[in-house]
């Protein structure tokens, strides 16, 4: 027995208790009297017991292991989403490994460079707006598939209805008054995102069922095309007076652009987001939110149950927003001189 | 072979390549011919063949994992480590497992919660400020750990020299004309990070070194703490006229009381962080930066390197920081009257 690492037997049987209650001591799992997790706590210290995967995998025939693919890991929208799968993941004693497609995505065959097949249990895509064909090929797989930020029917997926959310949002500044008002959008290389194209339709549906004519401006994403498209809505003849951007980066950029040239937010021009981005309350931003950790957590908990066979594999789970509202938007200036 | 998966060899044969050159191709490598790529792509078009992680473990004997340890996943410093580390890791053929420690790290047995025994090749810690009992408990799993944020001796560190670069931050201030310089903090429920400490220090050591008095605000973490701190200097007999903050969200809490204060920055106070936060170019804030997209391949490159017997499991890394000015810090008042 001295050579032979401790096994989580051994821990049960030194601290009088059984394998599962041990196995949610170690996870971290709820449920355990603070009593009794102190005596495996202390049962596993003495035997220098540490968490193998191993061992469960042999027993269920499965890897423990949920795969989390991501376009990029720096933007914070994806660092929120992984802690919410990490947490449940935990919680349901899975390993998350995590994919970042990044610059491989423009090639056809990106799909099969990840490590996919037989080393994880289930895939959890994140905002990648996948295609028909690219779900195709992640189905060779051999794993359920869990999509969140796209919504395809007949298949698992987790999504906000952006429409109805950059709807809610142009309403907001139509209701305070604004009738002048420009929506500044992002598309890639040559695509549009879908959530792109949708939250471009909630505004467009808006303005016009307010009998308006939409105005929007579309750039690439990021700080730098909202700052870009605040400059060329300065320099119009007659610039709007108020401005709703597709996310918070955009509207962040947008801001600097007002700040360096001297323009007050609200006074002179509102401003509203989309996101909720932890900048955007830095910069009393109104913004839409949409809790990117509850949809990690929703997706997370999706792919177990999945896995399991207590859910359907075409489950669809749409995350509610809401819209934040502060200091930047207010009502347009001529409003406020007839009040 | 109908039902057997395509191995790597079908797909090398088929193209008429190596199968390291299938391997190079197959996980995005660079230094393979456009059309040699093209005909392995086809090849595994059309024999559908996915990347399987199982067939080099047998072959190795290793896991072909590599576990990441991070204390929270949502700030935007993690995301940026993780995403260097991961292009790393993809580049060497290894995949990352992420574990958030959470709020599981106050209790002492933390370590063993984390599944990482004979689950990974190496582990690599970020930012978790270690105490040496802690590192025994990970030497525990048996493979080489790389410490990132902390730099251990007799043990691999990719850290930043954060003495030196609040140091670096407090003479950019005092070369600004500025002597009412304030410094704002943070530290935990009961403990300083070694990197709180380091930069509290750096701070200390510059002004004394000026023969001013350190005049320091310690709070909890995040931009609340700038927002009270600055609220306490601004109720000051004699307020600073310029503020070091210990990194960019508590400078952006700072930034946030001062705009709703309606005080010019850097007109009345100069504000400056540290980190180069994404939000700090926004707001325009002089910082200094310390790249963690680049701390993370070091740490990435570091534990292939070891784990692979061609670095030694001491090599320190440090990682170079440097200022960056922008438009919130600018010399004090009473200075610019006298130019």
């Not at 009088?16 to 009794?36: D, K």
């Not at 065959?109 to 028909?132: F, H, K, Q, Y």
């Not at 008002?181 to 598309?187: E, K, M, N, T, V």
């Amino acid at each position: 027995m001295s050579t032979r690492p401790p096994s989580m037997r051994d821990v049960a049987s030194r601290a009088g208790v059984s394998l599962s209650t041990v196995s949610r001591v170690m996870r971290g799992a709820p449920g355990v009297a603070p009593q009794v997790r102190e005596r495996v706590r202390n049962a596993a210290d003495e035997l220098s017991y540490v968490v193998s995967r191993n061992a469960s995998g042999l027993v269920t025939g499965r890897t423990g292991r949920v795969s989390v693919v991501v376009p990029y890991l720096k933007p914070w929208f994806f660092g929120s989403v992984l802690a919410g799968i990490s947490e449940v993941l935990r919680e349901a004693d899975l390993d998350m490994l995590v994919y970042q497609v990044g610059d491989l995505r423009p090639q056809p065959g990106w799909t099969r460079t990840l490590p996919l097949r037989r080393n994880c249990d289930a895939v959890i895509t994140v905002s990648m707006d996948l295609s028909e064909e690219e779900c195709h090929r992640l189905d060779d797989v051999g794993v359920p598939l869990v999509l969140t930020g796209q919504r395809v029917p007949g298949r698992a997926s987790v999504f906000i209805d952006d429409q109805a959310g950059a709807a809610g949002a142009t309403r907001h500044l139509l209701n305070l008054g604004h009738t002048r008002i420009a929506y500044i959008g992002s598309r890639g290389d040559s695509w549009y995102s879908g959530s792109s194209m949708n939250r471009l339709r909630g505004y467009q549906a808006a303005m016009g069922k307010a009998g308006l004519t939409p105005w929007s401006l579309i750039k690439p994403p990021g700080h730098e095309g909202g700052e870009h498209a605040m400059g060329e809505l300065l320099s119009d003849l007659d610039p709007p007076t108020a401005v709703l951007a597709e996310f918070d980066d955009i509207a962040m950029g947008a801001h600097r652009a007002l700040r360096r040239s001297g323009i007050g937010v609200p006074e002179a021009i509102s401003l509203m987001g989309f996101d909720n981005h932890e900048g955007a309350a830095i910069l009393d931003l109104t913004t839409v939110d949409q809790s990117p950790a509850d949809i990690g957590a929703a997706a997370g908990r999706l792919a177990v149950e999945i896995t399991e066979g207590t859910r359907p594999r075409d489950t669809h789970l749409e995350m509610p927003t809401q819209i934040i509202p502060r200091q930047s938007t207010s009502a347009p200036r001529s409003v406020r001189g007839l009040s």
